[in-house]
T-cell receptor, first 113, second 112 residues
Framework: KAGVTQTPRYLIKTRGQQVTLSCSPI?????VSWYQQTPGQGLQFLFE???????NKGNFPGRFSGRQFSNSRSEMNVSTLELGDSALYLC????????????FGPGTRLLVL | QQQVKQSPQSLIVQKGGISIINCAYE??????FPWYQQFPGKGPALLIA?????SEKKEGRFTISFNKSAKQFSLHIMDSQPGDSATYFC???????????FGQGTTLQVKP
């Protein structure tokens, strides 16, 4: 099976812009979780979607949002970008329904200038 | 209460030695404890995971030891190799939340 794919892999934006990142889970996986990774804060949970519904949300401002489509693909959006949003954004997929093993994609490296 | 504390922050081990990384948690509702390995420029990759009803799990050179009463768990890498040089993260989660709480990570360097 193909692994989790994320697009784009690299992105450069300026402050105030918005960005949309995409994640395609492993075939058959219905849960997609998003994480932000920075040197200072480590890996932090953003939100999780299961069957198109947001099931859990981390402590991030409302500028961070996401959605999941019927084919389980997911997108996350960050509006009004700030310098501090520069990070590696990772998505992970799992079967869901008590199958907790999460498989991570390679991430999208976002640089905000 | 949602934190997972990981130590040490960095570790240097000689080839063939044992690498030990420790994690501690507070929330007794956590019921799944995975370890991830991450190489530069890559996403984290699952190494091994354990549930609290088991005190030890071994897969190849990697062993998780779990102490439920102490709320601690650790990763042991036996016969450490230079190819094991990476950042290791412990994590914890509660079933059906899709949310992993990660430790701060340990950078392991295995010297040849």
């Amino acid at each position: 099976k193909a692994g989790v794919t994320q697009t784009p892999r690299y992105l450069i934006k300026t402050r105030g812009q918005q960005v949309t990142l995409s994640c395609s889970p492993i075939s058959g996986h219905r849960s997609v979780s998003w994480y932000q990774q920075t040197p200072g804060q480590g890996l932090q949970f953003l939100f999780e979607y299961f069957s198109e519904t947001q099931r859990n949300k981390g402590n991030f401002p409302g500028r961070f949002s996401g959605r999941q489509f019927s084919n389980s693909r997911s997108e996350m959006n960050v509006s009004t970008l700030e310098l501090g949003d520069s990070a590696l954004y990772l998505c992970a997929s799992s079967l869901g329904r008590n199958q907790e093993t999460q498989y991570f994609g390679p991430g999208t490296r976002l640089l905000v200038l | 209460q949602q934190q997972v504390k990981q130590s040490p922050q960095s570790l240097i081990v000689q080839k063939g030695g044992i690498s030990i990384i420790n994690c501690a948690y507070e929330n007794t509702a956590f019921d799944y404890f995975p370890w991830y390995q991450q190489f530069p420029g890559k996403g984290p990759a699952l190494l091994i995971a354990i549930r609290p009803d088991v005190s030890e799990k071994k897969e190849g050179r990697f062993t998780i030891s779990f102490n439920k009463s102490a709320k601690q768990f650790s990763l042991h890498i036996m016969d450490s190799q230079p190819g094991d040089s990476a950042t290791y993260f412990c994590a914890a989660s509660i079933s059906n939340t899709g949310k992993l709480i990660f430790g701060q990570g340990t950078t392991l360097q295995v010297k040849p």
